[in-house]
């Protein structure tokens, strides 16, 4: 088990700033948040994820340039470092939840494969 989030919960102050004062997207801006980048410093393997809930199996336009963006550029970077890294990136994963986490969802889908709690448990456990 992973130490407990820091902040307990997710305060939405400066999302609510964002999107009051800074331009919206009708000047170009979208603002996303970051759901889950998972790293195992012993083996080197690395992911990102972005969790839907409640049945949710899509991603909005934005997300999908931005996660789009993010994993060709971690795909590049892997690839192409030259700096004695050892970094596996197993890519990008979208998973959905039917609940609002793995224990009480009837339905795991992750990347439009079904999952069970215990394949999403091996999948981000890093192994």
């Known amino acids: 088990m ?3 989030e820091e902040t307990n919960y997710r305060n939405m102050d400066f999302s609510n700033w964002c999107r009051s ?5 009708h000047y170009g801006l979208t ?4 759901d889950c980048i998972l790293y ?3 083996n080197g393997k690395l992911l990102i994820a972005e969790i839907k809930t409640r049945g949710i199996k899509n991603m909005t336009r934005p997300q999908q340039t931005i996660f ?10 892997t690839e192409n470092t030259l700096d004695g890294e050892n970094i596996t990136y197993l890519g990008f ?13 009837d339905e795991i889908i ?8 215990d394949q999403l448990k091996d999948l981000l456990n890093l192994c």
């Open 2 to 4: 992973t130490r407990i």
């Open 21 to 25: 004062e800074l331009n919206d997207s």
């Open 31 to 34: 603002i996303n948040d970051f």
């Open 40 to 42: 195992n410093y012993k």
């Open 68 to 77: 789009g963006i993010l994993d060709k550029a971690l795909k590049f970077y």
């Open 93 to 105: 994963y979208l998973i959905s939840l039917s609940g609002t986490d793995p224990s009480n969802s």
């Open 110 to 117: 992750v990347n439009s494969n079904n999952y069970t709690e």
